[in-house]
């Protein structure tokens, strides 16, 4: 089992996002935009076996609050989402600090699989 933070600020995905990673057997704890995530990587010491967040989110997207976090926490795990691809691109410099950017929409077994490859 694995400890791991979604940060996302449609309340839909995060649920969806949430529920079926924790069926996999995992811990989770979300966060609604890329300050709160941050603040909640701050607050665990890094502690997490995978960070999931979405690119584009009010206050703080996800790739400031990844580069954040991988500044303050080295070797910290993310993986991102979006479903834009201006915003991949965009991701694409940060190949040292994320392990891949996962394209939506996706289905329970996509984003499952996506974990699984990114604890792996």
Known sequence: MARILIVEDDDSVRTFTARAIAAAGHEVETA?????????????????DLVLS?????????????????????GIRILLMTGYAEQRERAADLADIIVDVVPKPFSLVEIRNKVQQALA
């Open 32 to 48: 609604e935009d890329g300050d709160l995530g941050l603040s909640s990587i701050r607050e665990a010491n890094g502690q997490y």
């Open 54 to 74: 979405d690119i584009r989110m009010p206050a703080m997207d996800g790739i400031e609050m990844a580069k954040r976090a991988a500044s303050e926490f080295p």
